[in-house]
């Protein structure tokens, strides 16, 4: 059974950090492309950031979050830092692998993020 398990959210105030984590288990940790997806009310599902082997990075996040992952513990992470209000959403975890055609695509339940003084 596929699980993708997030934690690491919370309130806190702007300027602070945080740090996320998704516990995967069910599936072949190492060959999944790993993500970190938000959304805020009202707004759509955004990338935050991407890991294969190296890091991709929206703009909105760029020079502040960093995005690891360690395959032994099949577990990917998310640091933020510097944060801001508008970087109030709930942060989703992915796992994504194409082959051929045939696509595999996981996500976790979510994790609030609240950035607020």
């Known amino acids: 059974q596929v699980q993708l398990v997030e934690s690491g959210g919370g309130l806190v105030q702007p300027g602070g950090s945080l740090r996320l984590s998704c516990a995967a288990s069910?599936?072949?940790?190492?060959?999944?492309?790993m993500s970190w997806y938000r959304q805020a009310p009202g707004k759509e599902r955004e990338l935050v950031a991407s890991?294969?082997?190296?890091?991709y990075y929206g703009d909105s996040v760029k020079g502040r979050f960093t995005i690891s992952r360690d395959n032994t513990k099949n577990t990917v992470y998310l640091q933020m830092n510097s944060l801001k209000p508008e970087d109030t959403a709930v942060y989703y975890c992915?796992?994504?692998?194409?082959?051929?055609?045939?696509?595999?695509?996981?996500w976790g339940q979510g994790t609030q993020v609240t950035v607020s003084s």
């Open positions: 992915n796992a994504f692998l194409m082959i051929g055609l045939a696509t595999f695509d996981y």
């Open positions: 069910g599936f072949t940790f190492s060959n999944y492309r």
């Open positions: 890991i294969t082997s190296v890091g």
